[in-house]
């Protein structure tokens, strides 16, 4: 969203990243889609061919994606792993945060935008261990207690790929995003020559080497085909409900 003469048609859909608008630009976009996206991700050891952040920007490009989509508006990814690969396998690099500082930081976020009158939030993890995903659902669940009329959901990216692909850690579905999503951030030549594993490497799937921007993009598609449906019948619910 820039000018005026830039402005979609009225079937479009209109979205944007919520730091980079101005207020007329949120409310645009609430009044046509009120959904938020909050990217979630972490600071995490993924590997020495991949970014740290490597979950943050595939939360972040993949909630854009769909925004594009269906309309919405995007915050930027909230960096906040719980049971990162360094308690887990010892790695290095992570910043790993408790389970009660995600779920306090999700609770907050999501009642905030309930406020600011967001009728369906979707927190999407692209981190998405078991214990991550119980603190976000722990914050999700107190946001529903103590907001009324906002859908609150929990999703990861993994659980939206299907049997097509599976979700990893810095495998070949990892870094085929990271390829997509921000072009000349990951570096195969820094592989060791030889096959990688969980305690050595901290990959955890398919050889990071058979990954590329292409599957990135192939990825994305199917995760679209899966997204973007239930994020319109959520909000053609809360339509229904006004
Ligand atoms: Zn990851």
């Given at each position: 969203m820039s000018d005026e003469s830039s402005e979609p048609a009225e079937s479009e859909p209109l979205w944007g990243r919520y730091s980079e608008l101005r207020p007329p630009e949120i409310e645009a976009i609430r009044e046509r889609a009120p959904v938020a996206f909050v990217p979630w991700g972490a600071l995490e050891?993924?590997?020495?061919?991949?970014?740290?952040?490597l979950d943050s920007t595939k939360a972040e490009n993949i909630c854009a994606a769909i925004a594009e989509r269906t309309g919405g508006v995007v915050l930027p990814a909230i960096p906040l792993g719980v049971?990162?690969?360094?308690?887990?396998?010892?790695?290095?690099?992570s910043i790993d945060t408790s389970s009660e500082l995600a779920s306090r930081v999700a609770e907050e976020i999501c009642i905030q935008l309930a406020d600011e009158r967001f009728k369906v939030v979707i927190l999407m993890t692209g981190h998405y261990p078991p214990e991550q995903i119980d603190a976000l659902e722990v914050g999700a669940q107190r946001a529903r207690e103590a907001t009324d009329g906002t859908r609150i959901e929990v999703w990861a990216d993994n659980e939206l790929l299907g049997d097509a692909y599976k979700g990893d850690h810095a495998g070949a579905t990892e870094t085929s995003f990271q390829m997509l999503f921000a072009?000349?951030?990951?570096?195969?030549?820094?592989?060791?020559d030889r096959s990688l594993t969980l305690d050595g490497d901290g990959v955890m799937g398919?050889?990071?080497?058979?990954?590329?921007a292409e599957r990135g993009q192939r990825q994305l598609e199917v995760v679209l085909q899966s997204a973007v449906p239930k994020v319109k019948s959520l909000l053609a619910e809360r339509n229904s409900t006004q």
């Open positions: 050891w993924h590997c020495l061919h991949a970014p740290i952040g049971n990162t690969i360094k308690p887990y396998k010892g790695f290095g690099h072009p000349g951030s990951v570096d195969l030549a820094a592989l060791p398919e050889d990071p080497r058979d990954a590329s």
